[in-house]
């Protein structure tokens, strides 16, 4: 399924390519702590907890696309039980529940 999506920008395409370098230096100026908890990258859908990695995944998201159901049904294979989706509206809820309609997904709006 195919669903046009209203963006202010050409966000997690080539076209954002002129941002990477400058967000790659920022990066490198930032200290990224190993995690408690792997994080999954919308990049690849796989844990990371390497902060060298984190880095290349974070640089790379920004012309990569986001693959939003590859990473709930990791996370979800890796036992995810509930979750919470911050801020208005319910768009990653519907993800969830489009992937797995037991999924528990709490909604907190500012």
Known sequence: MVVRLA???AFHTSFMEPAVSR?????????IR????PVISNVDA???A?????KKILAR????PVQWETTVKTLLA???????ELGPGKVIAGIFKRVDKSASVENISA
């Open 78 to 84: 890796k036992g995810l039980k509930s979750s919470y």
């Open 7 to 9: 963006v202010a920008g």
């Open 50 to 54: 390497d902060p060298d990695t984190i």
């Open 61 to 64: 998201q920004v012309t990569s």
């Open 23 to 31: 967000l790659e230096a920022a990066l490198a100026a930032t200290e």
């Open 34 to 37: 190993s995690p408690r908890i």
């Open 46 to 48: 796989q844990p990371h």
